[in-house]
């Protein structure tokens, strides 16, 4: 074999990370290539949503490895040929994965590092094939996603739209496994370069004939599909692609190149070449820091971005909200907004969203699609913007509420009212057998009833809850039995059952026609819960949609979500405050406690804070968000080597957690029935 020349590094490779960052905006790659300076919030302050999404791309990526049972990870199976324990550079990664791709035997590879020029790319999985008939060698690069895949259906029907364009769904995925294709065509121009997707097939189910490691033998027993992509991945490479602050699209493989010389540059030079396109990209940032999770010396890139598009002062930026905070707004109104420098709330009047300052519609009703007892989305990003404005001049909150249509609704509820909610999981990698990638799996259940006394008070309490969360053990039929027992009297004795938007609906449909978990129970105990199913006789009331359509409140920023929503509400409802402002609160998880609490500061805080700080073990982390239940979960399944004191602890955070969403459900009917 010929010497092989030592690379040395760049100053800075262009990345398949920084590709899809400038992608979604160019300035990002400022942000991204000083990381020090312009960190990510999610850097600061942890997501456990994210966290968890990122463990599970992990334990499907090591379910993946383990399919290529001779696969050799760079930088690890490789590293005792150096004899050293010290990690490799880039050159060296570059170096050994040169080495054994340019090998004359078959080999895979994980985590190879490959580069061209400025480009550069570490693949999941290299496979190299060697055909020596044909004297073709081959390497297939196989891109990990844990995105649902199901194989019953073509690449074409799936990734292509009607005008034969790559779906917004999947092209993020095909644009990752492009720029690795590209950069291995340009390094080993005389191989034969495929493009591959590895996801967990849907069509496929976890089968009992594993290994004693617990993993599939091969691709074909397990439940990842391997999904050729060469045509999209061509299409991609060849096509045009268009992003924010592009006047007109280019080439993906010319933008590419243009982008890795260009972070070469000095930080002041990279500021002045990426502009700030400021748009609707700047909605999602990740690069937006507030006060909370602004730490030290770091800076805010979308801070940076709008002071330089607008002119306004950095001083002023903590002052000010900006039109990317608007509920809901579109691309296209946003567009509209700042195409007539309107950049912040206070340049904003009530004709900007087609209003009169009440609230009410410019122009012919007739013409509109309005109603006089719903609040539209105009109105509640009206509500927003002024409540903002308001707040500048007063500090009492406020809050919007569509009376007639409130009292409308809640006319057709009938007592007892019972809350409901579940906590579920849907793995891209099953926990069980016989389940397939992303089957959903409802662990638990809280259950609050709300009830009317005989002089026209109520009284609340937590009537009931499940938890199923033994290793090994799918806990789908256990959950309906328990969720029959709770709430099978709705049927004989009336009452009304409240969700909080479509999950609860969606998971007991879906769970309920799934022979393997329904045929446990009885032809009522299935009759009891199919009533509460939209066709059925006694259908959930979504509390999230009652909650969009007559419901506004200052600090909400227009969400109806439950997290957003409560804090601001106990703020507003002098009702919430005498019932819950007494430590009268009791339960089997709870004792004696207040829930509505002032700060050190005077502010209402967020029972969600209050739940979090019951936990006084430093070590551990309270259950206070519905990704850290999932994550939980997830932790308690896979992890057999946690002790039975951790196991409890994770049991009782998640009891208190899931009862504490119920509750709020109930506190948002007291509020609305003392606002009405």
């Given amino acids: 074999m010929a010497h092989l020349k030592r690379v040395e590094a760049p100053l800075r490779y262009l990345t398949k990370s920084l590709v899809k960052k400038a992608l979604s905006c160019p300035r990002k790659l400022v942000y991204a290539t000083n990381p020090d300076t312009y960190p990510q919030k999610y850097d600061l302050v942890a997501d456990p949503m994210r966290q968890h999404l990122s463990t599970e791309g992990e334990r ?35 170096d050994e994965t040169k080495r054994l791709l340019m090998g004359e035997e078959p080999i895979v590879l994980f985590e190879g590092a490959v580069h061209h020029g400025l480009l550069f790319a570490r693949p999941d999985v290299l496979v190299k094939t060697i055909d020596t008939d044909n004297n073709q060698t081959e390497i297939k690069i196989i891109e990990v996603k844990s995105k649902s895949w199901d194989s019953r259906h073509t690449v074409e029907s799936k990734m292509l739209t009607l005008k034969n364009s790559i779906r917004s769904t999947f092209l993020p995925y095909i644009q990752d496994v492009a720029f ?56 991609v490479l060849t096509g045009k692609v268009s992003y924010p602050g592009t006047k007109k699209s280019l080439n993906f493989t010319k933008a590419v190149s243009n982008w890795s010389e260009i972070i070469n540059k000095e930080r002041s030079e990279l500021e002045s070449t990426f502009s700030s ?53 579109t691309k296209r109104t946003l567009a509209k907004l700042l195409n007539e420098n309107k950049y912040t709330f206070a340049d904003l009047t009530a004709k900007d969203f087609g209003l009169n300052e009440d609230g009410a519609p410019l122009g012919d009703k007739k013409n509109k699609v309005y109603s006089e007892d719903t609040i539209n989305n105009s109105q509640r990003q009206w509500f927003q913007v002024k409540s903002v404005q308001q707040q500048r001049t007063s500090s009492e909150s406020s809050h919007y509420i569509m009376k007639k249509g409130l009292e409308s609704e809640m006319d057709k509820w009938q007592y007892p009212l019972h809350l409901i909610d579940f906590e579920t999981i849907s ?33 609340v309490r937590h009537e009931s809850e499940f938890i199923h969360t033994t ?64 066709e059925g006789s006694h259908p959930m009331v979504d509390l999230c949609d009652v909650a969009r ?8 920023g227009g969400s109806s979500s439950i997290k957003r929503l409560l804090r601001p509400t106990m703020n507003a409802s002098a009702e919430l405050k005498s019932f819950y402002g007494t430590p009268n609160y009791n339960s089997n998880n709870f004792q004696n406690l207040q829930w509505y609490q002032l700060d050190e500061l005077g502010n209402v ?16 982390s309270a259950i206070a968000v519905g990704g850290a239940a999932a994550a939980a979960y997830h932790t308690l399944q896979t992890n057999s080597d946690m002790s039975e004191q951790d196991r409890s602890y994770i049991h009782s955070s998640l009891l208190r957690y899931c009862e504490l969403d119920t509750l709020s459900m109930a506190m948002f009917v007291q509020a609305w029935q003392a606002f009405a």
Avoid at 203 to 214: S, T
Avoid at 482 to 504: K, M, P, Q
Avoid at 549 to 556: A, Q
Wanted: net charge negative; hydrophobic share 35%.
């Fill in 605 to 620: 805080m967020d029972p969600y804070d209050i739940l979090s700080r019951l936990d006084t073990d430093k070590d551990r």
């Fill in 60 to 94: 499907f990526g090591d379910y993946c490895k383990d399919l290529f049972p001779l696969g050799i990870e760079i930088g690890k199976d490789t590293s005792f040929e150096r004899h050293s324990n010290a990690p490799m550079s880039e050159a060296d990664l570059i």
């Fill in 427 to 459: 793995p891209a990698l099953p926990y069980f057998s016989g389940m397939s990638p992303y089957d959903v799996v409802c662990f638990q259940f809280s259950h609050h009833i709300l009830d009317q006394n005989h002089d026209g008070t109520v009284h």
């Fill in 549 to 556: 359509d007559y419901f506004y409140v200052d600090g909400s």
């Fill in 277 to 329: 396109p400021i748009g609707s990209q700047c909605i999602s940032c990740e690069y937006r820091l507030n006060d909370a999770n602004n730490k030290g010396k770091a800076l805010s890139g979308f801070d940076a971005c709008w002071r330089e598009a607008t002119g306004i002062k950095q001083e002023d930026m903590g002052e000010n909200r900006f039109v990317a905070d608007i509920y809901s707004s």
């Fill in 180 to 235: 690795q294709t590209l950069v291995l065509r340009r390094a080993f121009p005389d191989f034969r370069i495929s493009s591959w997707l590895m996801m967990p097939d849907r069509a496929k189910k976890l089968k009992d004939n594993l290994d004693k490691e617990g993993m599939a033998q091969s691709i074909d027993d397990s439940v990842a599909s391997l999904v050729n992509v060469d045509d999209l991945v061509d299409k």
């Fill in 471 to 534: 290793p090994g053990e799918c806990s789908n039929g256990p959950f309906l039995k328990a969720l029959s027992n709770a709430l099978g009297c709705v049927v004989s004795d009336g009452g009304t059952v409240f969700r909080w938007s479509s999950h609860e609906t969606t998971v007991l449909k879906t769970i309920l026609s799934s022979p393997e978990f329904s045929d446990s129970l009885s032809q009522q105990e299935v009759e009891s819960l199919s009533a509460l199913l939209p």
